[in-house]
């Protein structure tokens, strides 16, 4: 197996040698700060400053080093097309996938859009399978790299995700695919403004959100025109298929908890419990205030928050610091944050289904020596075709691997 391979932690890429890693920088969005901070720079005698008190004009937020740190930036998946690396980039209210030369710093665009969301991808020869998210919902579309023709092969109100070509048959692929909110089944709306890529990705992707429906895996045949629903239960959420020359699929699959989006009873609730809200978000805010004027808080506690431990991983609320205490009351010998329900699986051609690991946030396969390099959410594994397990390096919240 290659000892060199890429990762993403907390939206941001990196490659590990095999002895270290390395995080690589996208020219794009150092381009796009550059740019921003210029800016700021020329307007910020407008809102600093006497003179910009004087008139009533003082934004004390408005300085170039605020601005900087306001840009939301999430890279969402990494990939490679004849030896030049690409990677899908999210940057303010823009979305893009962008290749990158090893022997130039600079970078050339293979999608952008201000609109649309190309989040996940895969390639295979001179086609790029991606995912594309507009006005609601998210569907499959394939990429001619030669030509640049990209044709959609799914529709619907639904949220597909996370393509894969498949390694037996160059038309198929595989891919996630689950029902979106009942509110979210509405025709777009052509006169009202397009929503920023990152409200899009955080309703679309995560997992946990209200009333989407369990995740399935599904298999699209874009030679024959058919759809075959694989993986599928109201229970589970299948996620993250990998396809292998021997016919056999490896994915995740986590619990699925139906979210009603509401009821009486909780109605009821929030009712009653509104004028505390209202307190602790007055209180929360004069606590803020009150340590960036006089470095003094108001709660003179030192308790940490109960959600403290708290922290999203692909879009799932986790406990962390207890699942964690609860891998190592198992006595694992690499323990980390994932919860064990996270499940690694195998489905083989004729229909076994086998457990792989579990624990698992993210993976690769490689074909040949049949190792699989894991993230458990704090470490990065590798899982010899023997079975034996080593940690290769300590990475945290791991979302991807390449």
């Known amino acids: 197996m290659k000892n060199s391979f890429y990762y993403i932690r907390e939206g941001k890429m990196y490659r590990f040698d095999g002895t270290k890693s390395v995080e690589i920088h996208s ?15 020329q307007n910020e005698w407008k809102y600093n400053g006497q003179g910009a008190a004087f008139t009533g004009s003082a934004m ?18 990494v990939g490679e097309y004849k030896n030049i690396f690409l990677y899908s980039i999210d940057i303010d209210s823009t979305n893009g996938i962008y290749r990158k030369s090893a022997d130039s710093d600079s970078e050339g665009i293979v999608l952008c859009s201000s609109s649309t969301s190309y989040r996940s991808f895969d390639v295979q020869g001179d086609r790029l399978v991606a995912s594309a998210a507009f006005a609601g919902e998210s569907h499959i579309g394939v ?8 044709d959609t092969y799914t529709e619907g109100h639904v949220c597909d995700s996370s393509p894969v070509w498949s390694a037996t048959d160059k038309g198929k692929i ?9 509110n979210e089944k509405k025709a777009p709306d052509d006169n009202s403004a397009p929503r920023g890529i990152s409200q899009i990705v955080d309703e679309m992707y995560s997992s946990s959100s209200a009333t989407f429906g369990p995740s399935a895996i599904c298999l699209l045949d874009i030679n024959e025109g058919s759809l075959t629903e694989l993986l599928s239960d109201n229970s ?3 996620t993250s298929p990998q396809s292998m020359p021997d016919g ?15 009821n009486s009873f909780g109605c009821l609730a929030d009712i009653v419990m509104l004028p505390v809200r209202l307190f602790q978000a007055l209180f929360g805010f004069l606590n803020v205030f009150s340590a ?35 891998n190592e009351r198992r006595g694992d010998k690499n323990p980390g944050i994932i919860p064990r329900s996270w499940e690694l699986r195998r489905l083989d051609s004729n229909g076994t ?11 690769r396969v490689d074909s040949e020596s049949e190792e699989i390099i894991i993230s458990n959410g704090s470490h990065i594994l590798r899982i010899n075709a023997d079975g034996k397990e080593e940690k290769l390096l300590t990475a945290d919240k791991v979302t991807f691997i390449k």
């Open 27 to 41: 020219w794009v969005l150092d381009s796009y700060i550059s740019k921003v901070k210029s800016r700021a720079e």
């Open 60 to 77: 004390p937020h408005a300085s170039a080093s605020e601005r900087v740190s306001s840009i939301f930036s999430r890279v969402n998946c």
């Open 292 to 326: 960036k004027y006089s470095g003094k808080t108001l709660s003179r506690s030192d308790v940490k928050r109960k959600d403290e431990g708290q922290m999203m991983i692909d879009g799932n609320l986790i406990n962390a610091e207890r699942e964690l205490k609860e």
């Open 236 to 238: 589970y959420n299948y």
């Open 143 to 150: 990429l001619d790299l030669e030509t640049g023709r990209f």
């Open 353 to 363: 289904d086998t457990l792989i690991r579990t624990g698992v946030a993210a993976y």
């Open 174 to 182: 595989y891919f996630c695919s689950k029902g979106l909110p009942e």
């Open 248 to 262: 056999s699929l490896y994915y995740i699959r986590k619990p699925y908890k139906y979210n009603s989006g509401g």
